[in-house]
Structures are given as C-alpha cells and as structure tokens.
C-alpha cells in the first residue's frame, strides 16, 4: 500500500437481514486528509465509518486501516491503537462525573497519571468544561456531553479519527471549536474522517467528500464536486445597461448563455479566468461603465441537492 494511502476499502458492502445499509463502496483515503461523508439520513454514513473502524464486519468486500484487514479480529486492537472513535450517541457513564468517566477511558488507553490527568485538564479547558469536571455527566447538556465524547476519543492522541456528526448538539460557538480542534488535528499530521448534515462545515473542513446513498454518488474535493456540477456563472455590474449589449456579447465565441438583468449580465462561462477580460474590454469599448466583476459561487448544499435528488 502507499505510504500516503491510510484506507482502502473494496466493494464494500453491509446488509442487515435482507436490506442493504451500504452497497458496493469503493474508495481510498489518504493520509493528512480531513475526508467527510455526506448523505441524507440512513445513507449509510454511520455504517460505513463502523465498518471501517472494525466495529461491525462487512458483508461482502474489504476495507483495509494502515494495511491491516478490518474484518480480521486479531487485527482490530491494533487498529484501534491508533484511532479515536466519536461514536454517534456519546454513551458516557452518566452517573460518574465527567472527569471519571475520562480517567475511566484514559485508562482503558493505557495512559496514566500525571500524563492522563495533564491530557484529560488541557482538553477539558480547550472546550472549556475543566471547572464541571466534578458534576455527573447525566447533569449535562446535550452539546456538553457531545464535547466529553470528543474530549475521549482524543486522550490517546490517536493517528486518524473517525468522527460520526461531530458538531451536532453544539451551539455556534462551540462548533467553531471543535471544527478549528479539527484543523488543528490536521495540521498535526492526523487523518480526520468525519459524517455531518452540515454541508458548510463540511466545505470549510473537508479535503475531500464522499456524497453516499448506499451506493457512492459522488467523490471529489468541494470545488471540484461544484464544477462538475455546474458552469461557472460572472455577473458584471455595469452603470448602465441595455439590450443591444446582448447582441454584441454573442459574437464572442465562448459565451454559451448571456441574461440581462437591469443593470447586471450574468454569464454562463466554461473559462472566466480567460473570458472575463475579453467580455471587459468589449464592454468599455462599447462605452459601458463597469462597476464591478463578480463570481456566483454555487453552494456545496445545491452540489449535494443536485446528487441526492436525482
Ligand atoms: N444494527 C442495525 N440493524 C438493522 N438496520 C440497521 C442497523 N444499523 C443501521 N441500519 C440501517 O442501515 C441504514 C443506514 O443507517 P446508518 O445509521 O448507517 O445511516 P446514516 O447515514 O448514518 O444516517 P443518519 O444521517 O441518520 O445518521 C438505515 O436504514 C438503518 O436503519
Ligand atoms: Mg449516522
């Protein structure tokens, strides 16, 4: 396997009785990548990300974690050595404090003290939860429970993290949180594997994403899934326009759809990088003002609308 290869996973496929969950995924996922999957409920997100950590088998296909085959059982406690699993319920102890409840995983780690105490305090103040370390868990919130799990799978400072819906539960604040931690993993040199709903998060985040409805749609960086997609589309603010512009923009060979909009055209355009000079200089040749340039910037939601509606 490559050495920047950390995933591959083959034909993977997972069935329930006779229903399906996640059928025929094949991808790879690099190392130092922050790679998400996106899909509608029950695409199959959280059923892959456990395949892949080895927590339940495939039923047909592979998956291999750092060259080791997840559907071997002697394999599974040397993956999870080096992983941090963010399970989708945060299934805490909720009768021990929170600071228990850390000690309690730190040391099914390995780790000890004064290192486990020094790791569970310096997470605990990242998201800012040390002065509750002494409350029960069951007298959290949902987001504060949510941050508890994050501060778990982290303790062992593992090498790639699976991280199933990390920022649902958490106010805006605490979002931002745990999605610039998550950049920070990354500029550590950790592979980060997440699933959201939150298709910004996921553009501001993600290398790459894998769009799945049990099948995989899609698989690409953002921009490129955008693309793919849809044309790119300029909008030129002139002082003022008219129709016989339109007429004159036409002649230039590459401009496939043009609209005039009260004082704005919008462009549809393979190429604006080499275009909108051209369309510019045609523009103030013909005595327009041009105010100013501008690019449409399609959303990666409309990207993820587009896939999962057709
Ligand atoms: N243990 C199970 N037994 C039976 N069916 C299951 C089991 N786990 C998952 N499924 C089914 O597999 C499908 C995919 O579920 P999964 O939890 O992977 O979806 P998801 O993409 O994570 O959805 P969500 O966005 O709601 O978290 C669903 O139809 C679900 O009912
Ligand atoms: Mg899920």
Redesign the pocket.
């Given at each position: 396997m490559s050495l920047f290869i950390l995933i591959v996973a083959s034909s993977l496929t997972r069935s329930?009785g006779s229903?399906t969950?996640v059928e025929d995924l094949s991808l790879t996922i690099e190392r130092g990548e922050i790679f998400g999957f996106l899909?509608?409920?029950?695409?199959?997100?959280?059923?892959?990300m456990r395949m892949l950590t080895g927590l339940i088998s495939p039923t047909k296909g592979t998956a291999k974690v750092d060259d080791l085959d997840v559907s071997s059982l002697q394999n599974i406690p040397k993956i999870h050595r080096n992983v941090g699993v963010l399970p989708?319920v945060p299934g805490l102890y909720e009768s021990l404090s929170a600071y228990r409840n850390l000690d309690f995983y730190g040391r099914l780690y390995g780790l000890r003290d004064p290192k486990l105490r020094e790791r569970i305090m310096s997470l605990m103040q990242t998201f800012e939860l040390w002065e509750r370390k002494e409350d029960a868990v069951q007298t959290f919130s949902k987001g504060m429970k949510q941050k508890i799990a994050i501060i778990r799978c982290l303790l062992h400072d593992p090498e790639y993290l699976f991280l199933d819906?990390p920022v649902s539960g958490l106010d805006p604040e605490a979002s931002k949180t745990v999605r610039d931690f998550i950049l920070d993993l990354k500029k550590n040199g950790k592979t980060v594997i997440l699933?959201t709903?939150n298709l910004d998060d996921a553009d501001r985040l993600c290398d790459r994403v894998a769009v799945i409805r049990r099948n995989l749609l899609a698989l690409d960086t953002p921009l490129n899934l955008r693309t793919r997609m849809f044309k790119r589309t300029v909008v030129f603010h002139l002082k003022e326009a008219d129709d016989s512009i339109l007429q004159k923009l036409k002649t230039l060979p590459f401009i496939q759809s043009v609209e005039r909009i009260g004082n704005k055209l919008v462009l549809d355009l393979d190429n604006p990088e080499d275009n909108d000079p051209e369309i510019l200089e045609l523009l103030v040749k013909s005595g327009y003002k041009v105010q100013f340039v501008g690019e449409v910037r399609h959303s990666l939601e409309e990207v993820y609308l587009k896939l999962v509606t057709n």
């Open positions: 329930f229903f969950a899909g509608p409920n029950g695409a199959g997100k959280t059923t892959t989708e819906e699933s709903h």
